[in-house]
């Protein structure tokens, strides 16, 4: 095991798989995609279908983790919005206040929904630098735990267990497709991969590739705030957490556009698969490495599309009763 890996380490992935049991669903691995003009059986790319988790993506995993491991009762974070649905999820039931900080730009359908789920939001001006920016001075100013989306030992480890699912299901995996916005995802798929000899590549948007530009700096980059279409993947820099871990056991990293991102979302959706533009960058990065041969697996990551959203958030109020708002 690598020094970058010492802190954390698969044994983390382990106990977080077992403590979140109950509270996330083991999704399946779907069949097989051929890439367009390609043989059918010559490239066995699997999708990893967090699209289907609870709470929409694979943030639930991470969320679970460190809202049971931590016991607080009021918590603070930054989000883009799948890691706040998430906690406002996972906060009802159990009678923990959730802040959820929004930057500029974040979708509307997903802040509507951490409300009725019970969350509290604050929205900032800027970017994913300014949200995180807020969020830990409202911890600061109120005691509560900050648990970020990404930037957290617990939160990588909750992560990772979707990395630990495809490797127990499907050992023969050669190479792993993982989008990367904040890194959580990423380097717990790292983490569950360490010791086994399958590649991990991470996949980020044209404009916001903060790891690809951080690993060739050899330091943490900070890019500016990006407009992509993959609203999860705005992040600006590498956590503390998740950079020292890419760094030391990522095998690669792939930037693609907007409209490489639509084309696998419309892909996707031809298949059945109802995936938001983040949770199909994974997928359009495995279309652009294009590799002959090989079992391959790439991890649709969200499914909260803007009628996924409408309907949770129906969903929701009815559960609630008349006058919920």
């Not at 802190?7 to 691995?29: C, F, N, S």
């Amino acid at each position: 095991m690598t020094a970058a890996l010492a802190t954390l380490g698969p044994a983390d992935v382990d106990a977080a798989a077992e403590r979140i049991t109950g509270q996330v669903r083991h999704t399946p691995l779907l069949p097989g995609l051929p890439a367009p003009g390609r043989r059918r059986n010559g490239w066995g790319l699997l999708l990893k279908a967090e699209h289907l988790q609870h709470s929409g993506s694979f943030k639930m995993r991470g969320a679970a983790n460190a809202v049971l491991a931590l016991g607080a009762r009021e918590i603070v974070t930054g989000s883009s919005g799948n890691h706040g649905i998430a906690l406002a999820r996972l906060a009802a039931p159990l009678g923990i206040r959730v802040t959820v900080v929004l930057a500029g730009g974040a979708s509307p359908a997903k802040t509507a929904l951490i409300r009725a789920l019970g969350g509290h939001t604050v929205s900032v001006p800027g970017g994913a630098a300014d949200r995180d920016c807020r969020a830990r001075e409202l911890a600061q100013e109120t005691g509560a735990v900050l648990v970020p989306s990404s930037d957290h030992e617990l939160v990588v480890a909750g992560q990772g267990t979707v990395g630990r699912e495809i490797l127990a299901e499907a050992p023969d995996t050669e190479t792993v497709y993982v989008p990367a916005g904040g890194g959580g995802l990423l380097a717990g798929v790292c983490l569950a991969a360490d010791g086994h000899p399958v590649r991990v590549v991470g996949v980020e948007p044209v404009g916001t590739d903060r790891y690809a530009r951080s690993l060739a700096a050899g330091r943490p980059v900070r890019v500016p705030p990006g407009d992509t279409v993959a609203d999860g993947l705005r992040g600006q820099q590498p956590g503390a957490v998740p950079y020292p871990i890419i760094r030391d056991r990522v095998d690669g990293l792939i930037t693609v556009s907007d409209s490489e991102i639509l084309a696998a979302v419309a892909l996707l959706r031809r298949r059945g698969v109802e995936a938001e533009p983040s949770g199909a960058v994974a997928l359009a990065g495995a279309l652009r490495a294009g590799r002959d041969g090989g079992r391959a697996v790439a991890i649709v990551s969200g499914g909260n599309t803007t009628a996924a959203l409408e309907a949770a958030l129906t969903a929701c109020r009815r559960s609630v009763g008349p006058g919920a708002s």
